[in-house]
């Protein structure tokens, strides 16, 4: 009975040995980890987005399950303009766990910014499945925010406000919801009203593109240039843009005169089919053979596939009105949405030339304006066919 007894007070005493030891090691694991989150965190905290990645790329080795450190690491990847990498890292997250909110409110603000470095058509395509993949989710409003951004830098305002009017509900109190009300404003020719919600819209979100291109392209339709060039300054001396962005500022460029200063703001973004196209028409301008204008022509058309406007003009000096909203001034290229759309040219100080036109399903159509000649639609089912 004695070694018995014996037996059982040793078995105990390894028992609670054992169990010491397990939570010595849970606590040393426990501070570690948070010693090393600490640290990514300080580097991301910084500015330090190279210095984070890896520190959060170390962090998801040693700790697969721990997802705050997959949500970090993907949050530390958006920061860099790693848009890709980030939007991987989330999808990590969810595969891990499906029900995530952290991952799923991080993949759609990932998603929903990665559609802006694509083509107008697949950009709203990628918007589009996050909104059928998430249905109801909260974080909605910021695809809506950005559809609208889609729309508007490719030159479409109508869909781009009925978008923002969906965030200005939804978040009342947002720099979005200001902008709406200058735009409203705007309609109802209340220019105090219009210019008070506009600078509050732009002193909340100062760095915010399309609310300082709206009000440039008001202002250069006021005949104030100068003016619409303080609002743009601050965009065109980015390294890099967005494709819309680039096309906006570019096209910006040229109604002030300055066509080379345009060309060389289309080298700063994606190789998208509007930005391919929008730089071969203007090489014409810049003084490239017709061959060559024709063959880079067709490259971007090869690259967005079917239904391109292509605009021209027999005589310098003319805007671009589409469905309202001022494009800029021929040659313009863009691959619009289908229906029915409305174009406006105005030769300063001649008659407006207006047209309405369907979209084309496939090939593209040509539009050639001028003073003496009107404007002429020509369908080229071909691309083989068009010689600018």
Same mark, same amino acid.
């Given at each position: 009975?004695?070694?018995?007894?014996?037996?059982? %007070?040793?078995?105990?005493?390894?028992?609670?040995?054992?169990?010491?030891?397990?939570?010595?090691?849970?606590?040393?694991?426990?501070?570690?980890?948070?010693?090393?989150?600490?640290?990514? @965190?300080?580097?991301?905290?910084?500015?330090?987005?190279?210095?984070?990645?890896?520190?959060?790329?170390?962090?998801?080795?040693?700790?697969?399950?721990?997802?705050?450190?997959?949500?970090?690491?993907?949050?530390?990847?958006?920061?860099?303009?790693?848009?890709?990498?980030?939007?991987?890292?989330?999808?990590?997250?969810?595969?891990?766990?499906?029900?995530?909110?952290?991952?799923?409110?991080?993949?759609?603000?990932? =998603?929903?910014?990665?559609?802006?470095?694509?083509?107008?058509?697949?950009?709203?395509?990628?918007?589009?499945?996050?909104?059928?993949?998430?249905?109801?989710?909260?974080?909605?409003? %910021?695809? @809506?925010?950005?559809?609208?951004?889609?729309?508007?830098?490719? =030159?479409?305002?109508?869909?781009?406000?009925? $978008?923002?009017?969906?965030?200005?509900?939804?978040?009342?109190?947002?720099?979005?919801?200001?902008?709406?009300?200058?735009?409203?404003?705007?309609?109802?020719? @209340?220019?105090?009203?219009?210019?008070?919600?506009?600078?509050?819209?732009?002193?909340?979100?100062?760095?915010?593109?399309?609310?300082?291109?709206?009000?440039?392209?008001?202002?250069?339709?006021?005949?104030?240039?100068?003016?619409?060039?303080?609002?743009?300054?601050?965009?065109?001396?980015?390294?890099?843009?967005?494709?819309?962005?680039?096309?906006?500022?570019?096209?910006?460029?040229?109604?002030?005169? #300055?066509?080379?200063?345009?060309?060389?703001?289309?080298?700063?973004?994606?190789?998208?089919?509007?930005?391919?196209?929008?730089?071969?028409?203007?090489?014409?301008?810049?003084?490239?053979?017709?061959?060559?204008?024709?063959?880079?022509?067709?490259?971007?058309?090869?690259?967005?596939?079917?239904?391109?406007?292509?605009?021209?003009?027999?005589?310098?000096?003319?805007?671009?009105?589409? @469905? =309202?909203?001022?494009?800029?001034?021929?040659?313009?290229?863009?691959?619009?949405?289908?229906?029915?759309?409305?174009?406006? %040219?105005?030769?300063?100080?001649?008659?407006?030339? %207006?047209?309405?036109?369907?979209?084309? $399903?496939?090939?593209?159509?040509?539009?050639?304006?001028?003073? #003496?000649?009107?404007?002429?639609?020509?369908?080229?089912?071909?691309?083989?066919?068009?010689?600018?």
């Amino acid at each position: 009975m004695p070694s018995s007894k014996n037996a059982d %007070v040793k078995l105990l005493y390894f028992g609670i040995n054992l169990l010491l030891i397990l939570m010595m090691v849970q606590v040393g694991w426990a501070q570690t980890y948070a010693e090393d989150k600490a640290r990514a @965190d300080k580097a991301l905290a910084s500015g330090d987005y190279a210095g984070a990645i890896a520190a959060f790329q170390k962090l998801v080795t040693n700790y697969p399950n721990q997802l705050e450190g997959f949500n970090a690491l993907g949050f530390a990847f958006y920061l860099n303009g790693q848009f890709d990498d980030a939007i991987a890292t989330f999808e990590t997250a969810l595969s891990k766990d499906a029900t995530d909110d952290s991952a799923k409110r991080n993949l759609i603000l990932a =998603g929903g910014r990665r559609a802006l470095e694509s083509s107008y058509r697949s950009g709203l395509e990628r918007i589009q499945e996050l909104k059928q993949r998430f249905p109801g989710h909260p974080q909605l409003a %910021v695809l @809506d925010f950005y559809s609208g951004k889609l729309h508007y830098l490719y =030159g479409f305002s109508s869909p781009a406000f009925e $978008s923002w009017q969906r965030v200005a509900r939804a978040r009342p109190d947002s720099g979005t919801a200001l902008f709406m009300k200058a735009v409203e404003a705007r309609s109802r020719r @209340d220019a105090a009203t219009q210019n008070r919600f506009f600078h509050e819209a732009l002193n909340k979100m100062p760095s915010e593109e399309v609310f300082r291109l709206w009000g440039a392209r008001h202002l250069i339709e006021g005949g104030k240039p100068e003016e619409a060039a303080v609002l743009t300054t601050p965009i065109s001396e980015r390294p890099v843009l967005t494709p819309g962005v680039a096309i906006a500022i570019s096209r910006f460029e040229r109604m002030r005169g #300055r066509t080379l200063q345009a060309f060389e703001q289309l080298k700063k973004t994606e190789d998208v089919p509007e930005v391919l196209l929008e730089r071969a028409l203007m090489t014409s301008q810049l003084g490239a053979s017709p061959d060559a204008v024709k063959r880079d022509v067709q490259q971007a058309l090869d690259a967005g596939g079917e239904g391109a406007v292509i605009m021209l003009s027999d005589e310098p000096g003319a805007r671009v009105y589409m @469905d =309202g909203t001022l494009l800029g001034s021929p040659p313009l290229g863009l691959f619009p949405s289908p229906g029915q759309h409305e174009m406006r %040219v105005l030769y300063d100080p001649n008659p407006v030339l %207006v047209s309405r036109f369907f979209a084309p $399903s496939s090939g593209m159509l040509l539009v050639q304006t001028g003073t #003496r000649t009107g404007v002429e639609l020509n369908a080229v089912p071909s691309r083989s066919e068009f010689l600018p």
